[in-house]
């Protein structure tokens, strides 16, 4: 055992929407050094903190619009989202609930408020976050999988429990499955609970606390709605609740190859953008209405 070591602890930036439904703060890409490369397989996340939408009529969201090359995951905290694809994909989710949402060769899909949550209004608090293809099956077939919280295996710890979203740990496999070893939890602690986790040192490891407060290796004080990304050193970690948390931890294998982004699609080449677009123009990417 080596302990894994602590690269940097981030305030939120200040957020942005995206489209009317979804109030975020970047973490990834951004300009505090968190590049796609640098957090390899994890190429995106959006931060949905804790935010009050009142009731309305027409539900607030993004509409239409096209992905290629990689995989989305929405993780609802509170409130909820409805998901519709061009490939037959989509569903509501709830608090607690994921949906994981393989675009690959080319999907086009809106997410919304669902229309239960718009009806009575609420907070509202999720991650999105964006998962990398390895070249070989950026182009494969889009699927979606709808994941219940009831399906998300738990594993106890001292004072909490784990919700293994995708991954291993304490000898338990989570509900998603996943092209290359990718790693999605969140700890959910009471005041005073603890969790060791473990993962190899060259997998992009980092967390945010979603609720709460926490310590990390028993010295590294990380509020609510921060980001802490440790280094490619050392396997082993603590969180420790100084308050009832809830913390969203991901790890991943760098797929180490060349990545080219380009809005909505991300590939491997200039060219394989180029070819992105002129399909999505030519109707390949299904059809899907607003």
């Known amino acids: 055992m080596s302990v894994k070591q602590i690269e940097m602890v981030l305030a939120p930036r200040q957020p942005h929407f995206v489209g009317d439904g979804f109030r975020v703060h970047n973490f990834i890409p951004s300009g505090y050094g968190l590049t ?3 957090m390899d397989p994890f190429i995106m996340l959006d931060y949905a903190s804790k935010y009050h939408f009142p009731p309305t009529g027409k539900p607030k969201g993004v509409g239409v619009h096209p992905h290629r090359g990689f995989e989305t995951v929405t993780i609802a905290y509170k409130g909820s989202v409805a998901h519709h694809d061009s490939a037959g994909g989509g569903g509501e989710i709830h ?29 509202f608090q999720m991650v999105q976050l964006w ?12 699927k979606y999988q709808a994941i219940s919280n009831l399906d998300i295996p738990k594993v106890q710890v001292d004072n909490g429990f784990i919700e293994l979203i995708a991954g291993t740990q304490y000898d338990q496999k989570g509900a998603a ?17 603890s969790a060791n986790l473990s993962f190899p040192a060259h997998f992009n490891t980092a967390l945010i606390v979603i609720e709460g407060n926490i310590l990390v290796n028993q ?13 490619n050193e050392g396997t082993d970690f603590t969180i420790q609740a100084t308050e009832k948390s809830v913390v969203l931890i991901l790890s991943g294998e760098p797929i180490n190859e060349p ?15 180029v070819q992105a677009f002129e399909d999505y123009e030519n109707g390949k990417f299904g059809v899907l209405e607003d």
């Open 259 to 273: 990545i080219a982004p380009h809005g909505p699609f991300v590939m491997n080449t200039r060219a394989e953008i």
């Open 95 to 123: 608090e607690g609930d994921v949906q994981w949402m393989t675009a690959a060769s080319g999907v086009l899909h809106k997410e919304y408020h669902a229309e239960s949550f718009c009806a009575t209004g609420g907070d």
């Open 36 to 38: 796609m490369q640098r």
């Open 177 to 193: 499955s996943t092209f290359t070893p990718v790693n999605l939890f969140n700890v959910k602690l009471e005041k005073g609970g």
């Open 131 to 142: 998962v990398n293809l390895p070249a070989k099956d950026k182009m494969s077939t889009p």
């Open 219 to 231: 010295t590294e004080d990380v509020p609510l709605d921060h980001f802490l990304l440790f280094k």
